[in-house]
């Protein structure tokens, strides 16, 4: 199982950016996906998920509203657009596959495989 995240980089506050997560290894089409982020000194947290079809999404309050998550199965894809960017969304943001054995979650000892983490830097 490989995740290999993309996209990352520096933006101004107010501005865009796309993440870009391609899966291998795996039936990807057969798995729910999330994206999680952990700035510095604090601990990971989760961000947005999306289920294994796509119909289905969730998102923390912190970025509901200026963050989609989609995915593309026939490009084993998971995408996190990012708008309206805050300083506060500074941080390294890591696409993971959730656990096929429990439900659904938000929580990340739900989730068992990581991409390498993509740094997202917002200025003020």
């Known amino acids: 199982v490989q995740l290999q995240a993309s996209g990352g980089g520096s933006v101004q506050a107010g501005g865009s950016l796309g993440l870009s997560c391609t899966a291998s290894g795996y039936t990807f089409s057969s798995y729910h996906m999330g994206w999680f982020r952990q700035a510095p000194g604090k601990e990971r947290e989760f961000v947005a998920r999306i289920n294994w079809s796509g119909a289905s999404t969730s998102y923390a309050d912190s970025v509901k509203g200026r963050f989609t998550i989609s995915r593309d199965n026939a490009k084993n894809t998971v995408f996190l657009q990012m708008t309206s960017l805050k300083p506060e969304d500074t941080a390294v943001y890591y696409c993971?596959?959730?656990?096929?054995?429990?439900?659904?979650?938000?929580?990340?000892?739900?989730?068992?495989?990581w991409g390498q983490g993509t740094l997202v830097t917002v200025s003020s």
């Open positions: 993971a596959r959730h656990r096929s054995s429990v439900g659904w979650s938000t929580s990340a000892w739900s989730y068992d495989a």
